[in-house]
């Protein structure tokens, strides 16, 4: 099973921001305003640090999480999803008025 997936309007909006932008990024945050979200950004514009890992991928863009959040996640499938509206202004698909939002799931043990 992968440990990231997207559903078929997340995928879509994936593709739209890969024409309008190139190579991108996936940055999984626990930020305090924003709580949980998948942060959509251009992968030059986003220092990658060492506790960085990548967790898995969609349609080619890398999604990584830091190491110390990993253990809260890894027994559960991380489900990219998209809905109207303006979440986390840092991500790109913001300024097609959408938010990438999470969705998780159970895995097997």
Known sequence: ??????????????KQLQEQHGKLIFVHSEGCCDGTSP???????????????QVGEILGVPYYMHRSNFSYWEHLQIVI???????????LESIENKTFIIRASQTAT
């Not at 099973?1 to 994936?14: G, S």
């Not at 999803?81 to 991500?91: E, L, P, R, T």
């Open 1 to 14: 099973m992968e440990k990231v997936i997207a559903t078929e309007p997340a995928k879509a909006l994936i």
């Open 39 to 53: 942060i959509c950004m251009k992968s030059d514009d986003f220092y990658l640090g060492s506790r960085d890992i």
């Open 81 to 91: 999803d998209v809905i109207d509206g303006i979440g986390n202004s840092f991500s």
